[in-house]
């Protein structure tokens, strides 16, 4: 059964750089699209953006200038950074996976990680 | 760019039906799947590809959706149903994915 967990700071300054990891298991990472998402405190779900093993994706393009998602197969791990971070980055951040069956935007993100907190603080 | 909007809150008797509503124009290219977050807890898929339930889903959730504007119905709604359901969705660019604001279930 696929499992996934994230992982990070937890507390961060402003202008740092955020990075996150998904841990992965239960699966093969090529069998999945990659899915990064985060909440506000008090707020809504976030789509930041998407990533597969074959390196096609897309990013939310209000925050694309910032984000880098990437996957390194051989430690079975997605991975998040986001740029110049300030405290409206702050929040929960999921990882979730959608099966790799040539369409992204069908199946839906069915495997979610429990999230991981992110605050920004000076 | 295009946006979801959800009413923030509906509330439902015990074991009646309910309908959240999710409207956007990006509704009339294409289909919304539907999520349930209750606090502390990871988000569930309830509802995927126009109105496919996951394994494990109860078949009291399901899905509609006519012009710019999707649904999810719950029939006979459980305690365990209250929580917020988000509705997600292409942009109308067809290059990302956008959630609307949610809305809160309360059962009654």
């Known amino acids: 059964q696929l499992q996934l967990q994230e992982s990070g700071p937890g507390l961060l300054k402003p202008s740092e750089t955020l990075s996150l990891a998904c841990s992965v298991s239960g699966g093969s990472i090529s069998d999945y699209y990659w899915t990064w998402i985060r909440q506000a405190p008090g707020k809504g779900l976030e789509w930041i953006g998407y990533?597969?093993?074959?390196?096609?994706?897309s990013y939310n393009p209000s925050l694309r200038s910032r984000i880098t998602i990437s996957i390194d197969s051989s430690k079975n791990q997605i991975s998040l950074k986001l740029a110049s971070v300030t405290a409206a980055d702050s929040g929960k951040y999921f990882c979730a996976s959608t099966p790799n069956t040539g369409s992204y935007y069908f199946y839906g993100m069915e495997v979610w990680g429990q999230g991981t907190a992110v605050s920004v603080s000076s | 760019s295009s946006q979801l909007t959800q009413d923030p809150a509906v509330s439902v008797a015990l074991g009646q039906t309910v309908r959240l509503t999710c409207q956007g124009d990006s509704l009339r290219m294409y289909s919304a799947t539907w999520y349930q977050l209750k606090p502390g807890q990871a988000p569930v898929l309830v509802i995927y590809g126009q109105n496919n339930r996951p394994s494990g889903i109860p078949d009291r959730f399901s899905a509609s959706s006519s012009g710019n504007t999707a649904s999810l119905i719950i029939s006979g709604a459980q305690a365990e149903d209250e929580a917020d359901y988000y509705c997600n969705s292409r942009d109308t660019s067809a290059q990302y994915l956008i959630f609307g604001g949610g809305t809160k279930v309360t059962v009654l």
């Open positions: 990533m597969s093993s074959d390196e096609s994706g």
